[in-house]
């Protein structure tokens, strides 16, 4: 098992994704589903507080995968929402839905029960820290908020109004996702760090790349990290 974590436009999903597609590993990009609870919410009027309403929400959201066993669809509401859930009004709002500790709970499980069958890197805020804390190897990608604005802008095709709103978005999300008392964003203690400022995005992925592979051979020879950086012995490539 692979965990990359990383802040908001940090390139997490789509290096994630390529490096999966290469080493014919599964890809599941966590962030998704706290999107699409999100998005559903919104469609619905669920606000963020009404704890009730909107933590069965998270049976109703779906992810499903590509021909390469990439969980990149999302389905909520019976029907494919893929698009929806990337858009403005979802950005402005997922923080907050995140920051409900009884919707994370329950996500947590659908997360860890899409892992169980291995062979997979699996992107998010909280991989490496909580979901797979005892993951072969730990990423935490990380950019400044100017890059990373620049990156969300270009993808959108955005002016500079909405370029300098987008970077102001993402200043507020890195504030709360840092600093909620859940699952913070941090990178795991015995986690790659890699700065992808100046970075382009194969440079970015041969770098991961480079690093499951080292990890592999780790593993393959039964030694690898475990819960409290200790080693473990275990034969076989990453789960």
Known sequence: MVAIDGPSSSGKSTVGAEAARRLHYRFCDTGLLYRA????????????????????LAAEVHLLADAQGRLRRVEADGRDVTTEVCGAPVDRSVSAYSM????????VARQRDIAAAGGIIMAGRDIGTVILP??????????SAEERARRRAA???????????ILDELRRRDA?????????LRAAQDAMILKTDGRTFGQT???VLR?????????????RPSVGGKAAGRTGRPE
Do not use: N
């Open 155 to 165: 993808e959108r095709g955005a002016a500079a109004p909405e370029a300098e709103r």
């Open 134 to 143: 005892d993951a072969d190897l730990k990423i935490f990608l990380d950019a």
């Open 211 to 223: 690093a499951i592979r080292k990890a592999e051979k780790r593993v393959a020879g039964g030694v």
């Open 100 to 107: 409900v500790p009884e919707l994370r709970a329950a996500l």
């Open 205 to 207: 992925v041969t770098a």
């Open 37 to 56: 609870v999100t998005w559903l919410a919104l469609e619905r009027g669920v606000a963020a507080t009404d704890t009730q309403a909107v933590v069965p």
């Open 176 to 184: 709360i996702d840092s600093s909620r008392e859940i699952a913070p």
